[in-house]
């Protein structure tokens, strides 16, 4: 088995190069990987093109921090709140640089990775029919079904450069645990080229090994693996910790306008080396007051023969 | 707002529940008059019982935590193309007469474009649930005659085939409750109290057409405020 554990750092070095089509927040609003994508704003990387279903906010920050040529999105925003500002500062205004929007719907966007991960140029679908969803998306067309003769969108595949996951636990060979909510996880794996998995724990691979169900990330797929305790705060990671409600309401007021939140990228993002500088930042309480309050084990499943 | 949109979720029903507000109307049913709704999620849960906690994205943990299913985005989008959904509930910024939902461009006073967050599953729901209900806070500039971004399709020629099955079943604002006729066009069934007929049409962007047999809209009962109040204790969503 091939070792693949690195630093954070070293992996988003080495996979997200500028220009590269990125896919990230395949879950939506939990697991979102802020602690790779803080990583790539503090790289610098530039020109990219995300792709995610929704994100949250750290769409957001990514745009304002200049790193997004183009987002492949169905919603940008703040969950939460509503609007994001740096999201409109670029659309509206072109600030801090223009960034080109590629409108999708979520389910849209599902089925672009499906074929993406089937391996086929596009899917049909009878959703977004009669939308302006159509024009503004390239990637969507009207034709006629063959057998049917029915009216129906092609939906283009998209096959991400390279597709980072949050996990809650992984081997070092990148086989890796997820559960709860998946989203277009499965297929933004098996869609792209390289696969980066950001897990809150390291295990062995006897423990990956004794729940195969759970593996929804094969390794083989997987380039690198970097263990990465609270790497998706604010966003929640079931069974390791909640939502940072409170998080997503300080960002929307510490964000209204582009100095303000040049401070706050600053603060929270540029100015700190590593994911443990950012959770001395937010403080032992603040971090521990998240953690699961009530634990639920699922029962154990018997795999033997 | 929020028990009157309840209310249209009957017992037994598959419902795809959005982001945001419908997240407590889905609640609010399962706890009064709707114990047997199933809710679908499109981040990939399904669920049969109401979440414990207050949500404040569909993805928080007490969704999850005792879940029906625990699926992919495209396994519940599929329930909702397949036909299996029998209510999808979405937020919108703009509602135009045809009941057409933009939630992704809008134009300020001077004509600039104003960019919203977008479709996120509204869309899919709009197009495919066999009825939709979309919640809107009543302002005449958010009731045009027509979006000029349609997010979420209502009625209108590409109501055929596949998508014939389905189109908007209520408008709920924050004044009143549009319906649709046969032909696709709303008309306003009721008006909440504490506003008027007048009211409404004064604040809505078209020359509304009024049911003749439009009435007060029926004030939340004691057992739906309380389940409201009991789940959104801070008033957060129905302050």
Not at chain 1, 89 to 106: L, S
Not at chain 1, 195 to 206: P, R
Not at chain 2, 69 to 95: I, N, Y
């Amino acid at each position: 088995m091939t070792e693949k554990l690195c630093a954070l750092q070293e992996a988003v070095a080495r996979f997200v190069p500028d220009g590269a089509s990125v896919a990230l927040g395949l879950q939506l609003e939990s697991m979102i990987p802020f602690a790779a994508g803080h990583e790539i704003i503090r790289q610098g990387k530039r020109d990219l093109a995300l792709v995610g279903p929704i994100s949250d906010i750290l769409l957001d920050q990514l745009i304002g921090a200049g790193c997004a040529k183009r987002v492949t999105a169905a919603w940008v925003g703040n969950v939460m709140m509503g609007s994001a500002y740096n999201f409109r500062r670029a659309i509206e205004d072109g600030i801090p640089h223009a960034v080109e929007m590629v409108d999708h719907t979520n389910f849209t966007l599902a089925l672009a990775l499906h074929a993406g991960a089937l391996g086929v140029p596009f899917l049909p679908t009878y959703t977004a029919g009669g939308s302006s969803v159509i024009a503004r998306n390239p990637g969507l067309a009207e034709f006629e079904a063959p057998f049917t003769g029915e009216k129906m969108q092609a939906v283009r595949a998209i096959s991400p450069d390279v597709t980072i996951v949050q996990a809650q636990r992984s081997d070092a060979s990148g086989n890796a645990h997820v559960w709860g909510n998946l989203g277009v996880l499965p297929d933004a794996v098996h869609a792209a080229k390289h696969v980066i998995v950001v897990a809150e724990e390291i295990v062995s691979a006897k423990v990956i090994a004794s729940d195969p169900n759970r593996t929804v990330i094969p390794g083989f797929l997987v380039s690198a693996v970097a263990e990465v305790p609270f790497g998706a705060h604010p966003s929640p990671v079931q069974g390791y910790y909640n939502r940072d409600n409170e998080y997503f309401g300080e960002y929307h007021k510490a964000t209204r306008t582009r100095a303000q939140f040049e401070r706050w990228l600053k603060e929270w993002v540029t100015c700190l080396k590593g994911r443990e500088e950012y959770l001395s930042r937010l403080g032992n309480d603040r971090v521990q007051s998240l953690k699961v309050r009530k634990h639920a084990w699922s029962a154990r499943a018997d795999f033997g023969n | 707002m929020v028990a009157t949109a309840a209310r249209e979720i009957r017992d037994g029903d598959v419902v795809f529940v959005g982001m945001r507000l419908p997240l407590i109307a889905f609640v609010v049913a399962k706890h009064t008059h709707a114990p047997d709704a199933v809710g679908v999620f499109e981040n990939g849960i399904l669920r049969s019982t109401p979440a414990r906690e207050l949500l404040f994205t569909m993805s928080d943990g007490p969704n999850i935590t005792g879940a029906l299913s625990c699926l992919s985005m495209l396994e519940c989008m599929a329930l909702l193309q397949r036909g299996r959904v029998s209510l999808g509930f979405l937020g919108a910024a703009e509602v135009d007469r045809r009941g057409n939902l933009n939630s992704t461009e809008v134009r300020d006073a001077s004509g600039k474009a104003i960019r919203l967050p977008g479709s996120g599953g509204a869309c899919d729901i709009a197009a495919l649930a066999k009825r939709f209900v979309a919640l809107l806070d009543h302002q005449r500039f958010r009731l045009p005659e027509k979006v000029h971004y349609v997010t979420s399709p209502g009625f209108g020629p590409w109501r055929a085939g596949r998508l014939a099955q389905g189109g908007p079943a209520a408008v709920i604002t924050t004044k009143a409750v549009l319906r649709f006729s046969a032909g696709g066009e709303a008309y306003l069934h009721s008006y909440h109290p504490g506003t008027t007929v007048q009211d409404v049409l004064a604040n809505t962007g078209w020359d509304l057409q009024v049911s003749p047999e439009v009435r007060e809209t029926k004030p939340p009962t004691r057992q739906e405020l309380r389940a409201i109040r009991a789940y959104d204790r801070d008033g957060f969503w129905t302050r």
